[in-house]
C-alpha cells in the first residue's frame, strides 16, 4: 500500500496532505526508519504514525459505554454517540457504524465496527446473539410477564409477527433483567409497554458473550475488543 493512501485510508490525513506529513518526519517504519516519499509502499502493522502504530489495521471493533441523551445517528442534530471517539476515525475510509441501535434514552454496551461483515452477522435475524438489559418501570411488573414473554407469542402494535422468546427476570416490583436476541424498533420498551408497565430507565448489560461490568468503562469510554469473541 502507498504510504499516501495508508494515511487517508485510516483517517489520519489526505493524499494531498500526506506529503507534509512525511516531510515533517512524523511516518517511519517500525524501526524508527523514516519515509519520505507518498508513493513508498508500506504495511499498516509495521508503520508509525507520530511514533504509534497504526489504528486498527485489520478493521475497527470497539465497545462503548453509551450514555443517555445521545444518538446513535450519523445524521440528526444534537450529541451523536461519534462525537465520543476520535474525529480520524470518522475519516476512515470504510466509515464506521454502530452495531445495531440503542434509542436517545437508553445507555449501555453499544458495539462500533467498519466491518460490515462483522456488522451484518451481529444484526442478521438468524444470528440470534442475546442482548440482556436493566430496566425500571413506572407501573408494577405483572406476575405473568415472564411467562407471556417466554411463550414467545407477544403481539406489538404496527408488527405482523409476534415477539420470538425472551426471557424476564423480576428483580422487584418495578425493576428486573430482560434478555432477547431480536433487534426490533424500541422492542424492550414496548414489550415492557404492552404488558402494562412501561418503561423509567433501560440500559444495556451484554451483547453475547461481552458484558459492560467486565469492561469496567465509565459513561463515554471505550475500549477494543477481540471479535472473535462473536465467531
Given at each position: 500500500?502507498?504510504?499516501?493512501?495508508?494515511?487517508?485510508?485510516?483517517?489520519?490525513?489526505?493524499?494531498?496532505?500526506?506529503?507534509?506529513?512525511?516531510?515533517?518526519?512524523?511516518?517511519?517504519?517500525?524501526?524508527?526508519?523514516?519515509?519520505?516519499?507518498?508513493?513508498?509502499?508500506?504495511?499498516?502493522?509495521?508503520?508509525?504514525?507520530?511514533?504509534?502504530?497504526?489504528?486498527?489495521?485489520?478493521?475497527?471493533?470497539?465497545?462503548?459505554?453509551?450514555?443517555?441523551?445521545?444518538?446513535?445517528?450519523?445524521?440528526?442534530?444534537?450529541?451523536?454517540?461519534?462525537?465520543?471517539?476520535?474525529?480520524?476515525?470518522?475519516?476512515?475510509?470504510?466509515?464506521?457504524?454502530?452495531?445495531?441501535?440503542?434509542?436517545?434514552?437508553?445507555?449501555?454496551?453499544?458495539?462500533?465496527?467498519?466491518?460490515?461483515?462483522?456488522?451484518?452477522?451481529?444484526?442478521?435475524?438468524?444470528?440470534?446473539?442475546?442482548?440482556?438489559?436493566?430496566?425500571?418501570?413506572?407501573?408494577?411488573?405483572?406476575?405473568?410477564?415472564?411467562?407471556?414473554?417466554?411463550?414467545?407469542?407477544?403481539?406489538?402494535?404496527?408488527?405482523?409477527?409476534?415477539?420470538?422468546?425472551?426471557?424476564?427476570?423480576?428483580e422487584s416490583a418495578c425493576a428486573g433483567r430482560i434478555t432477547l436476541h431480536e433487534g426490533r424498533y424500541h422492542q424492550v420498551r414496548r414489550m415492557l409497554a404492552a404488558v402494562g408497565a412501561p418503561v423509567l430507565t433501560l440500559h444495556r448489560l451484554s451483547v453475547g458473550p461481552l458484558c459492560l461490568d467486565?469492561?469496567?468503562?465509565?459513561?463515554?469510554?471505550?475500549?477494543?475488543?477481540?471479535?472473535?469473541?462473536?465467531?
Open positions: 500500500m502507498r504510504t499516501d493512501a495508508l494515511l487517508s485510508q485510516y483517517g489520519y490525513c489526505t493524499r494531498r496532505e500526506a506529503a507534509l506529513w512525511l516531510k515533517a518526519g512524523r511516518i517511519t517504519r517500525a524501526d524508527g526508519t523514516p519515509i519520505r516519499r507518498p508513493a513508498e509502499h508500506v504495511q499498516p502493522e509495521e508503520t508509525l504514525v507520530d511514533g504509534k502504530p497504526v489504528e486498527f489495521p485489520r478493521g475497527l471493533y470497539i465497545a462503548l459505554h453509551k450514555p443517555v441523551g445521545y444518538t446513535c445517528s450519523h445524521r440528526e442534530e444534537g450529541p451523536l454517540v461519534y462525537d465520543l471517539l476520535p474525529p480520524r476515525w470518522l475519516r476512515r475510509s470504510k466509515g464506521i457504524n454502530t452495531v445495531g441501535r440503542l434509542d436517545k434514552e437508553t445507555s449501555g454496551l453499544l458495539l462500533i465496527t467498519d466491518d460490515g461483515q462483522f456488522l451484518h452477522a451481529l444484526t442478521a435475524p438468524g444470528k440470534k446473539v442475546d442482548k440482556t438489559y436493566h430496566f425500571t418501570t413506572a407501573a408494577p411488573i405483572p406476575a405473568d410477564a415472564p411467562q407471556i414473554f417466554a411463550a414467545g407469542g407477544l403481539m406489538l402494535n404496527g408488527e405482523d409477527t409476534p415477539c420470538l422468546p425472551a426471557r424476564l427476570e423480576a467486565a469492561l469496567q468503562l465509565a459513561p463515554g469510554e471505550w475500549a477494543p475488543i477481540d471479535p472473535a469473541l462473536f465467531a
